[in-house]
Structure formats: structure tokens, C-alpha cells
């Protein structure tokens, strides 16, 4: 008889084994399987996050934007990864002073919290280029997210594809990259888009012609 296998190799693959009559083999009864994680490890031995209580207002604090994964400031907002994202590369734009709803904003807040929102969405699209992005917010406590009683904007990049049993059957979401392997991307992307803004708005104040 013919019985199908898992394969050993690092590959989506089976092999066939045939049997005589009678014989069954069940599949992994004889083989043991292997993960490799290795880069696991640099998880394990990094230092844990210390606890905060207001982490949208203490975390910009900190001085260290790498440590508090802050792809991105503003004047009067940020950007920052998700810790427990959706998908890689899910940023949240949050802006400094603590607020709760979005008409709790003055007008210039509202202002640059959108413009970092449309950055967030080029550096995405830049740096991972997805197949699509969503943006929104989570508004009160009956909603997922709203938790933390400071407003922040969800930047979800999305591929097609994404959604699949794990996260419906077995509630946990695979992540293939490190939280500061994509920080340090997502960083370097970001900082390359805003020095060219820079560049590009420095060339329109000179070509302005001076008031006679």
C-alpha cells in the first residue's frame, strides 16, 4: 500500500514510501520534526521593556526612539510600532498631549496628526510595499484597542492572503520579522522620505519670489 509522509526537509513537500500490504506508517510516528528559530534567541536574552503607566506619553520621553520602537516625530505627534500588531510593520500615529477623542484636538493638532498619518502610509508603502493599507481608530472602551485612554491611529499595511486559521483557530498571529528588525527598516525609510520633504520644501521657499 502507499502511505504519504511528512518530509524532513525545510520544504512544503511530501515524500511516498510503499509499504507491504497490511503496513501502515503514521505520518510522524518514526520522524521527529524540527522548527528553527534561531533568531528566537536574541529575544530571549534581550532586556524586558520596563512597565509604564501612560506608555503614549512616557515612551516619546524616554530619549531613546530605538528602545520605544518611534519610527517618526513630528512637532506635535508620532509614529511608533505596534507592539502587538496585526501585521508587520502595523504603526499607530499618536499625537504628544494626551487626549481622548479627536475633538479633543486643537486645529493644529488635527492638522499634523493627519499629515503623519499620510507619512506613515508613504513610509509603509515605501519600505513594504503591501498590498493595501488600512487606517482607522478605535474609539472607546467597547472597541478593540481602546484600552489606553490616549488616542492613536492604527496604520495596518495588508497582503493578500493574510488572514488564514491560525489567528480564527488557534487565536495567535505568526510575525516572519523581529519588532527591531522592521523598527530599524521602517526608521531608515522614514528618515530618507523626510529629508527629502525637507529638501523639497527648502528649494520652494528659495524659488518664492521676495514680496516688492
Known sequence: MTVVIPSRKPVFVEETLTLPVGVVLLPGLFLMQQLHAYWRMAYIEAPRFPAVKKPFTELPALGDDRAALIVHRSR?????????????????????????????????????????????????????????????????????????????????????????????????????????TTWEKLHAVAAQLAGKRKAKSGKRKRSKPSPR
Do not use: C
Open 76 to 180: 506635535l505627534s508620532y509614529l511608533m510600532l505596534n507592539r502587538f500588531p496585526y501585521n508587520p510593520g502595523h504603526m499607530l500615529a499618536i499625537p504628544f498631549r494626551e487626549v481622548v477623542n479627536l475633538d479633543d484636538l486643537n486645529t493644529a493638532e488635527r492638522a499634523d496628526l493627519m499629515e503623519i498619518i499620510v507619512f506613515g502610509n508613504q513610509v509603509l508603502q515605501a519600505a513594504l510595499k503591501p498590498d493595501g493599507i488600512n487606517i482607522g481608530f478605535n474609539l472607546g472602551h467597547a472597541v478593540s484597542g481602546g484600552s489606553i485612554p490616549h488616542l492613536h491611529g492604527h496604520i495596518v499595511p495588508r497582503w493578500d492572503g493574510d488572514t488564514n486559521f491560525m489567528p480564527v483557530l488557534g487565536e495567535t498571529r505568526i510575525l516572519p520579522q523581529a519588532l527591531e
